[in-house]
């Protein structure tokens, strides 16, 4: 497998279960490369839609943080969301004023996004649909999905053909560059090595998007969930929590880029 950058030297920086995470020697590129007998798993099944559904509450939470963070850049228009799941941040987005559209490849997720609240996801895979569609998208979202795909550099050329002139792209990944990465290496939490082919960090992130037309305008950074945590280990994770937020360590980072 080759990196985003096309060169293939790469340095293994740890092992987790049949997956070795791997860094290009040239551009810095962390990715996810499968052993023998190791499988990725595809995309959400109906027991996922379950946990978004019975989980919706805490969902909506995160998404009206997510949505508040991008009005501050773009007020209003059109929002696409890529993976859009069940379309709880689509229902949300709406609530806010914006109109929404959303691709979907999950059957499961489609199905209960039209459901439950009533939004029609594109049932497809967005790089296939993408390349028919107007110039007139004002923000675009992928929250939590380019880490999943296989040529995130391609949906990336596909964003920026999308997007209107003034049009924002919000890019939410797990960061690589996180305290937590660091100390838990191939335990870490959003590691998830059978789902996740490729992993960011600010840096790196930057380097595939910004050849495409856009420059960085805001970035957030933000922590997951202490509460299922020892007691005595909470003071611990909050000081942490506290030193990564503001040194850019945090766990998760959301990304805003405008087009040039
Ligand atoms: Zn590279």
């Not at 590691?191 to 495409?212: K, N, Y």
């Not at 000081?239 to 990304?255: F, K, P, Q, S, W």
Request: glycine residues 8%; contains cysteine; aromatic residues 10%.
């Amino acid at each position: 497998m080759k990196c985003l950058c096309g060169k293939i030297k790469t340095t293994r920086l740890f092992q987790s279960g049949l997956f070795d995470v791997i860094k290009c020697s040239s551009c810095g590129q962390v990715r996810i490369e499968t052993r023998d007998g190791a499988k990725r798993t595809g995309y959400y099944e109906e027991e996922d839609v379950k946990f978004y559904l019975s989980h919706q509450e805490m969902f909506r939470r995160l998404f009206g943080n997510l949505l508040r963070f991008i009005h501050r850049y773009a007020p209003s228009g059109t929002l696409m969301d890529i993976g859009a799941g069940v379309g709880l941040l689509l229902d949300e987005a709406r609530n806010m004023g914006y109109r929404v559209i959303g691709f979907e490849p999950s059957k499961a997720s489609v199905k209960a996004a039209k459901k439950y609240f009533g939004i029609e996801l594109i049932p497809r895979e967005f790089h296939k649909t993408l390349k028919n569609m107007n110039s007139n998208i004002d923000i675009v979202v992928i929250n939590h999905v380019l880490e999943h795909l296989k040529n995130p550099k391609e949906i990336i050329g596909l964003c920026a053909e999308t997007l209107s002139d003034t049009g924002v792209l919000v890019i939410g990944v797990p960061n690589f560059n996180s305290f937590m990465r660091w100390m838990k290496q191939g335990k870490w939490q959003s590691l998830i090595p059978a789902q996740h082919r490729w992993q960011f960090t600010l840096a790196s992130l930057d380097e595939l998007v910004l050849p495409h037309g856009f420059r960085r305008i805001a970035v957030s950074y933000e922590n997951h969930d202490r509460s299922m945590h020892y007691w005595w280990k909470k003071p611990i994770y909050a000081a942490l929590d506290r030193i990564a937020l503001v040194t850019g360590h945090a766990e998760a980072m959301v990304v805003i880029y405008k087009k040039i």
